[in-house]
């Protein structure tokens, strides 16, 4: 495999790959939050907060405004305390909140289900979420100026298929579309282009495949993966029709790096098809080494940048990887539940948030591609500092000849099996192995 990176050939923006959901922490101790701070990671998405222990404090609308019969105009209505602290430790690290505005999965729902029904009154759901922005964003009701851009309603509501199976939305299709078009109206008529409004944070395109026409996503669906275009169908058609605001679509994946982009590309090609070419869409879960045996290999940190790599080249404007929380989850692929000492995946987003830092992305040419192998190149704003990322998933090591033109390559950084964020010589004749499943950076001045 052999790369060519001119570092003066500018292709556009470093995006920011290396979100996360939910956050570091354990009840009151925000102790690793510095983590992300290093790292650099722009974005936390609030979802599924506080895990058990905390799964009645934070974030969610039922725990921000514990008396849906209570007035939304009245400040004492609100129980801010706890997302308060976290949301103010999140800025105070450099991490931007990315609000959900619902409620939490309920797994164990065939038991009971508590909060994943349909709000009863939308109109003055719509009307909490205004006093929550206004708290955050407006200083209202002992609040804070945050500037929290981001604003997604709800989570997977488009895993109805049968809805009373759902662990996210036991309601209709019509019933979420009614809610969204209601609250993203009233947000966006209270806050105006101040913030960015969408969701819905779909489940995904598993069954991509099966639609190389986006005109089929319509069609009567008979399983659950096919339910989701359909949803999708006429949501776009809702948004559509009624005008509603709609800055920004989320969907989810837990595919392998190769199956996720082509999700991508069937979510932008629906997007382009019904009219929203201009709508960033965005990927805030995603996971592809959920295992509770592999997520502290270095399997799973190969694998995250991969994703985050190649997403760099599709369409999605931001990723959000789930997630960084502290737990027994196989989900919670950052951090050791037992030492909370990063995984091997951590290093794979601070490898990204370097490249993030730098700025600029640059232009690589590669020949004689390795199959799974991606690689992206920085540079800084002054362009007299770069870098090239590699990521190598898979099981065989790789040889690669590495031609820098603008910059001279002065170390590398390598976190494999064997190393964490190892610094090594760069060999004067540019030859590099990246070795089996291996996060790879070269830095150049």
């Given amino acids: 495999m052999r790369i060519t990176a001119d570092f003066s050939d500018i292709t556009g923006a470093v995006k920011p790959m290396h979100g996360v959901g939910q956050a570091p922490f354990y009840c009151e101790d925000f102790s690793l939050l510095h983590y992300l701070r290093d790292a650099g990671v722009p974005f936390a998405r609030l979802h599924d907060v506080g895990n058990w222990l905390g799964g009645g404090l934070y974030v969610d609308i039922p725990n921000l405004f514990r008396n849906f019969d209570a007035d939304p105009?009245?400040?004492?209505?609100?129980?801010?305390?706890?997302?308060?602290?976290?949301?103010?430790?999140?800025?105070?690290?450099?991490?931007?909140?990315?609000?959900?505005?619902?409620?939490?999965?309920?797994?164990?729902?065939?038991?009971?289900?508590?909060?994943?029904?349909?709000?009863?009154?939308?109109?003055?759901?719509?009307?909490?979420?205004?006093?929550?922005?206004?708290?955050?964003?407006?200083?209202?009701?002992?609040?804070?100026?945050?500037?929290?851009?981001?604003?997604?309603?709800?989570?997977?509501?488009?895993?109805?298929?049968?809805?009373?199976?759902?662990?996210?939305?036991?309601g209709t299709r019509e019933e979420y579309y009614r809610l969204y078009e209601i609250t993203s109206k009233r947000l966006r008529a209270a806050f105006g282009n101040s913030i960015r409004i969408g969701g819905y944070?779909?489940?995904?395109?598993?069954?991509?495949?099966?639609?190389?026409?986006?005109?089929?996503?319509?069609?009567?669906?008979?399983?659950?993966?096919?339910?989701?275009?359909?949803?999708?169908?006429?949501?776009?058609?809702?948004?559509?029709?009624?005008?509603?605001?709609?800055?920004?679509?989320?969907?989810?994946?837990?595919?392998?790096?190769?199956?996720?982009?082509?999700?991508?590309?069937?979510?932008?090609a629906i997007l382009n098809a019904y009219g929203f070419a201009d709508v960033p869409d965005i990927l805030d879960e995603w996971n592809t080494c959920f295992d509770v045996r592999l997520r502290s290999s270095a399997m799973a940190a190969s694998r995250a940048l991969a994703m985050m790599l190649a997403m760099q080249d599709r369409s999605p404007s931001l990723l959000c990887y789930y997630d960084a929380r502290i737990g027994p989850s196989a989900y919670g692929g950052m951090f050791n539940p037992d030492t909370w000492e990063p995984y091997k995946t951590y290093e794979a987003f601070y490898a990204?948030?370097?490249?993030?830092?730098?700025?600029?992305?640059?232009a690589v040419r590669t020949e004689q591609k390795a199959d799974g192998v991606q690689v992206m190149g920085a540079v800084r704003g002054d362009g007299h500092a770069g870098l090239l990322l590699f990521a190598n998933p898979t099981a065989c090591a790789v040889p690669v000849t590495v031609d820098c033109r603008g910059l001279r390559p002065q170390s590398l950084v390598l976190t494999d099996d064997t190393h964490t964020r190892a610094a090594l010589p760069f060999p004067a004749d540019g030859a590099l192995v990246l070795p089996p499943y291996s996060c790879f950076c070269v830095r150049g001045e």
């Avoid at 289900?113 to 979420?129: G, L, N, V």
């Fill in 73 to 170: 105009n009245d400040p004492a209505a609100y129980d801010f305390a706890f997302t308060d602290r976290l949301l103010c430790q999140l800025v105070e690290n450099g991490v931007e909140p990315f609000f959900r505005l619902g409620v939490s999965i309920e797994n164990s729902h065939d038991l009971r289900a508590y909060r994943i029904f349909p709000p009863r009154d939308p109109e003055k759901w719509a009307a909490i979420c205004e006093g929550i922005v206004r708290h955050y964003n407006e200083g209202w009701a002992d609040g804070y100026r945050m500037g929290i851009r981001y604003w997604e309603i709800w989570n997977e509501p488009d895993d109805c298929f049968r809805p009373a199976e759902s662990p996210m939305w036991q």
């Fill in 201 to 268: 944070a779909s489940c995904g395109f598993y069954a991509g495949d099966d639609y190389p026409d986006p005109a089929q996503i319509g069609q009567t669906p008979n399983d659950r993966m096919h339910f989701f275009f359909y949803f999708l169908d006429g949501f776009l058609r809702h948004v559509r029709d009624t005008g509603s605001p709609f800055d920004f679509f989320s969907w989810h994946t837990y595919a392998d790096v190769e199956t996720a982009c082509r999700h991508a590309n069937t979510c932008r």
């Fill in 352 to 362: 990204f948030g370097e490249a993030y830092r730098m700025g600029r992305q640059i």
